[in-house]
């Protein structure tokens, strides 16, 4: 199982990013992902998940209505478009596999290497 993270970076307030988590080395499409994100000296938390086929989607309270997570069974990818971004958004974010969508919803068995999202002007 490989997840590989991309697309962070540093990103004034306001403004927009959009992160990628290409998978391989298991069935993409059969498995409910998500993202997480982990601040400095703060615990990992939950942002976002979406089930296998995109009909079921949770998001953490902080990020509803900002961010959007989104997949592409096809290329083996799972997306987070996060709008509106605050210096609070500011953390190292995680791509999961097998997360629990549910209250709470809790982490699955695999996780990306990370990638830094750096929120400032």
């Known amino acids: 199982v490989q997840l590989v993270e991309s697309g962070g970076g540093l990103v004034q307030p306001g403004g927009s990013l959009r992160l990628s988590c290409a998978a391989s080395?298991?069935?993409?499409?059969?498995?409910?992902m998500g993202w997480f994100r982990q601040a400095p000296g703060a615990e990992r938390e939950f942002v976002a998940a979406?089930?296998?086929?995109?009909?079921?989607?949770r998001y953490a309270d902080s990020v509803k209505g900002r961010f959007t997570i989104s997949r592409d069974n096809g290329k083996n990818t799972l997306y987070l478009q996060m709008n509106s971004l605050k210096p609070e958004d500011t953390a190292v974010y995680y791509c999961?596999?097998?997360?629990?969508?549910?209250?709470?919803?809790?982490?699955?068995?695999?996780w990306g290497q990370g990638t830094q999202v750096t929120v400032s002007s």
């Open positions: 979406i089930n296998w086929s995109g009909g079921s989607i």
């Open positions: 080395g298991f069935t993409f499409s059969s498995n409910t």
């Open positions: 999961n596999r097998g997360v629990r969508i549910g209250l709470p919803p809790a982490a699955g068995d695999y």
